[in-house]
């Protein structure tokens, strides 16, 4: 496994392979990997000839009073699940190198409407950070595909919409969120939870099956399906950010035109914020119908 923490190193070696003809897939990461993580790397395994993997903790997603200094930095430990997975080419840049002039003075890339709902909505200005990065760290490596896990059902349809409007030649694929034996989608936060919240956390995701299986059988009332998810979250001792039955396209409230459901939640468990979501299929005759938890 190659690692470089430098624009033009990487480049270099990129060039060379395209000479070579050689696809690269590309997986962007903060670091402190976990199995979701590696799930992504299979994954691009199977899309192309070289895996490019990034971690870079990029401060322009973080909002004041966020966790950027006490976010979990295991680069060491990183760089061993990499190789065991059998990752090409590692990139590891500081900040000066993804952002030169300063954060400040930094172009950003903003795709409207998708960013300011649901997580949007509470973290100001995080999904213009992240749509910024994204395109930087694509325009830097070049990658015929990106893969990213659904367990961000929002991040990633924004960069989807981001590639589509901006023309960029990427395959955009999303991976099943990756989940512990309980139900709980991994994420680099979890090690965050106490071991009383951790044995709390689960409820989240059952709450979203509770509501899944609720509308599959017909309940079709979603603003009392919305209160009483959210109400049995604050009873389990989360403090819900929001819980949302939404178009798994727009993310914006289901209408009669709606051909996917997204149930999406928020909430944080003390000082940690836990996301998650389950998607519902509708069948062309309207009538609801279930798919498979992602």
Not at 68 to 96: C, H, S, W
Not at 130 to 155: H, W, Y
Request: charged share 20%; with cysteine; aromatic share 6%.
């Amino acid at each position: 496994m190659q690692t470089y923490s430098t624009n033009t190193q990487l480049q270099n070696t990129l060039r060379k392979a395209r000479e070579r003809a050689q696809t690269v897939a590309f997986v962007p990461t903060m670091g402190n990997l976990h199995e979701g993580h590696l799930d992504l790397v299979r994954k691009a395994h199977t899309l192309c000839d070289l895996v490019v993997v990034s971690i870079f903790v990029n401060p322009l997603q973080f909002g004041a009073g966020e966790d950027l200094d006490t976010y979990p930095r295991t680069l060491a430990a990183d760089k061993e699940k990499l190789f065991k997975e059998g990752v090409d080419i590692l990139y590891t840049p500081g900040v000066e190198e993804i952002y030169p002039e300063g954060m400040a003075a930094q172009t950003l890339v903003r795709v409207p409407g998708l960013s300011e709902t649901l997580c949007g909505s509470s973290r100001p200005g995080h999904f213009d950070g992240v749509t910024t990065v994204v395109s930087k760290l694509f325009n830097i490596v070049q990658p015929d595909a990106a893969i990213f896990g659904e367990k961000d059902f929002q991040q990633l349809s924004i960069i989807q919409k981001m590639v589509r409007d901006l023309c960029m030649p990427i395959k955009v694929v999303g991976t099943p969120t990756a989940r512990d034996d309980d139900g709980l989608a991994k994420s680099s936060r979890n090690g965050f939870l106490s071991i009383e919240q951790r044995h709390i956390a689960p409820i989240i995701h059952q709450t979203l099956l509770t509501c899944r299986e609720a509308i599959a059988c017909g309940f079709d009332n979603f603003l009392q399906l919305e209160s009483h998810a959210r109400m049995k979250l604050l009873q389990a001792g989360f403090e819900p950010d929001y819980f949302a039955i939404r178009d798994a396209r727009t993310l914006r409230a289901v209408t009669e035109d709606t051909e996917e459901i997204a149930i999406l939640a928020a909430a944080r468990l003390g000082s940690t914020r836990l996301i998650d979501n389950v998607h519902l299929t509708l069948n062309p005759a309207g009538d609801w119908g279930m798919l498979a938890a992602h």
